[in-house]
């Protein structure tokens, strides 16, 4: 293994010292957190014209207004993080607006009060998130515990909540009503700031580390460059996922003729192997770097497009269902953890771009799926994923070279 990935692997290993009751109430914390988000998320866009009977174009203003304010508010939480500011009034704000906005649809659920308040109140919901990641890697930090196993665990959070909370949504909207929904959301929100109250220290900040002076000014712009390019491969990687993620329902019932529940059982497959793979990540990475794992990810997904691009039976379907589980848990587990060995000392902003890059490649996933499936198939929609991830892996060799510097950063 090259020296600088010995270095980043080094760092990564678990160390002695065990996770506290602190530790596991943090996790905690960010799964309801999650779980508060993904009930609303996805629901918003059917609430919007099932229950107001708006035009599903309608839909598209308030998600771009989400989106957009979304991204800004990961930076701007990134930024005052990484300038010493205190973590638990950034994270009540995500939680208190969260209730706002869930006890204000519950009681008054209007179109344009969804477009002119709502929206701004989900935005600093969403950026609970990439707050969550840089509070609980400083706590990591701080306590000596192992960094790449308390990621794991923390990205294992969402993915556990982001599997369970869009499902509990509609089977209440179909057993209770629309409005059971958000009413189920603010109660959970209760939960969610009785928690913060509890689990927040008071005084806890993470300032950033003034950079030696050993360090040359060409290694600092080597490792802001390394950043951006470790960033946009995670990107990459994002949007060829959601690309093949949102076009399997429809090509598996349309196109390949399975059965209507295959999506479901696809889903359920890869959801389940994703978290295992997640959880069994930092004993990998007692031995490989995150790099290396982020080559393998890139590696096992070309594969495993092409066979689900091709499938056309349920034992092909579970086979790639199972891949795909495999190659994002992998990607899931390691990738934070890569890009804030770029931070040189700005947790905040690189979680936050971490972030930001993967809702935008999300967003661009989504979109594309929807103008490649009109215009040819939505199996032409998985293949071009394979385009996307090779794209991806070239961006992952392209920045090696930074490597030398996170390296010389590690070792001063």
């Known amino acids: 293994m090259p020296r600088a990935e010995k270095t980043l692997a080094l ?11 602190q530790a ?4 905690l914390l960010l799964f309801i957190g999650v779980f508060c988000n993904g009930m609303i998320v996805p629901f918003m866009g059917f ?21 957009v304010l979304t991204l800004l508010m990961n930076r701007q939480f990134g930024e005052r993080f990484d300038k010493g500011a205190r973590v638990r009034p950034l994270i009540a704000i995500s939680a208190l607006a969260f209730l706002t906005a869930t006890t204000t649809l519950s009681l008054y659920p209007s179109y344009w009060v969804i477009v002119g ?10 950026a609970s998130t990439s707050l969550m990641y840089s509070f609980g890697r400083a706590y990591a930090e701080k306590q000596g515990m192992a960094i790449t196993t308390y990621n794991s665990y923390l990205r294992s959070m969402t993915s556990l909540g982001w599997m369970m909370a869009p499902a509990l949504s509609f089977f209440l909207a179909g057993q209770w009503g629309n409005s059971f929904v958000f009413y189920t959301a603010a109660s959970l929100a209760v ?5 913060w109250f509890f689990v927040v220290p008071t005084d806890f900040t993470a300032a950033a580390k003034e950079p030696s002076s050993q360090q040359a000014s060409s290694e600092h712009k080597s490792l802001n460059h390394g950043l951006w390019l470790a960033a946009t491969a995670c990107l990459f990687i994002a949007g060829a996922h959601i690309l093949t993620s949102a076009a399997l329902p429809l090509y598996f019932t349309q196109e390949a003729k399975l059965p209507t529940y295959a999506p479901g059982l696809a889903f359920a497959i890869k959801c389940l192997t994703e978290v295992v793979v997640i959880l069994l990540i930092p004993y990998a990475m007692q031995k490989y770097s995150p790099r290396t794992a982020l080559y393998a990810a890139t590696l096992i997904a070309m594969p495993t497009f092409y066979i689900l691009s091709q499938v056309d039976s349920l034992p092909q379907l579970v086979v790639g269902a199972a891949l795909e589980g495999l190659y994002y848990g992998i990607f899931a587990g390691v990738s934070i953890t890569f890009v804030q060995s770029f931070a040189n000392g700005r947790l905040g902003r690189a979680t936050s771009l971490y972030m930001n890059s993967l809702f935008l490649g999300g967003m661009l996933g989504n979109v594309s799926m929807g103008l490649i499936a009109s215009a040819y198939s939505y199996q032409t929609a998985i ?30």
């Open 11 to 21: 760092e990564t290993t678990p160390e002695k010292t065990p996770l506290n009751s």
């Open 24 to 27: 596991y109430l943090i996790l």
């Open 47 to 67: 609430f919007i014209i099932d229950e107001l009977g708006r035009d599903p174009w309608e839909i598209s203003i308030y998600v771009g207004l989400v989106s």
């Open 117 to 126: 308040f709502i929206s701004i109140c989900f935005s600093f919901s969403n």
């Open 191 to 195: 939960l969610w700031v009785i928690l």
């Open 383 to 412: 293949q071009l994923s394979l385009i996307i991830i090779t794209v991806a892996l070239v961006v992952l060799i392209a920045s090696r070279r930074s490597d030398r510097a996170v390296e010389s950063g590690l070792s001063v």
